[in-house]
């Protein structure tokens, strides 16, 4: 699962880093749950929860059904 999820955010990357942020995976949990690392400009910006769960988390659920949900840490 982890490498799927990897592959996932590999598509939304680009996005982030256009507008001088990235993410790093940081841990998959065994219970669905996604661990990530919000970078760059996307680490202070006001609207990271939304990145994050508009963009990033719907993104992942999308490919990869088995998560449940993505949180920052």
């Known amino acids: 699962m982890k490498e799927r999820v ?4 590999n ?3 680009p996005a982030l ?4 942020g990235d993410v790093e995976l940081v841990e ?5 749950v996604v661990k990530v690392r919000l970078k760059g400009a996307c680490g202070g910006c006001p ?3 939304l990145t994050l769960k508009m ?3 719907r993104h992942l659920k999308k490919e990869v059904p088995e998560v ?3 949180e920052a840490v």
């Open 68 to 70: 449940v949900s993505v």
């Open 55 to 57: 963009g990033i988390e």
């Open 28 to 32: 998959v949990g065994a219970n669905g």
């Open 11 to 13: 598509k939304v990357r």
């Open 17 to 20: 880093q256009a507008d001088g």
């Open 47 to 49: 609207m990271s929860q």
């Open 6 to 9: 990897e592959q996932a955010l």
